[in-house]
């Protein structure tokens, strides 16, 4: 195993770089997105929520205002991973640093496997995902 993978994600994108060492050229390999982030949640929904009556609480709405949305991010998050984890199979990087959404960082954790997680070289909770390899590098610096 040599080089390194640079992750770059957010909910609605994914890019993948490589590079041979953090000071080196990086080269974009593959780009994942999710058109479903950038939908309003009424068209990832085809019904509308629940409603609930009880008689000691009254009546609510049943699930949360983004639960389409959110789920739609943590199918994508673990769209990421696998990905992730057919390089760490295929060998094609010793190590690999994310910088991704604070919220989509913690949804790419939970989908991650413990061996996948023992390649993570750092993590920075920021969206890069239309920035240039240069502003990228630079934070990894």
Request: net charge neutral.
């Amino acid at each position: 195993m040599s080089g390194y993978w640079i992750v770059v994600a957010s909910a609605s994108r994914a890019r993948f770089f490589e590079a041979k060492g953090k000071d080196c050229e990086m080269r974009e390999i593959v780009t994942l997105t999710n058109p479903f982030s950038r939908q309003h949640e009424g068209e990832l929904v085809s019904d509308r929520k629940g409603h609930a009556i009880s008689s000691t609480t009254g009546g609510h709405s049943l699930g949360g205002e983004k639960d389409a949305k959110r789920h739609e991010a943590d199918q994508f998050a673990r769209m990421v991973c696998e990905r992730l984890e057919q390089g760490r199979n295929d060998a094609a990087y010793g190590e690999f640093y994310v910088i991704a959404a604070p919220q989509f960082l913690g949804q790419l954790r939970q989908h991650m496997s413990k061996p996948l997680q023992s390649l993570v070289g750092q993590e920075y909770a920021k969206d890069l995902t239309t920035a240039s390899e240069e502003q990228i590098r630079a934070q990894l610096m």
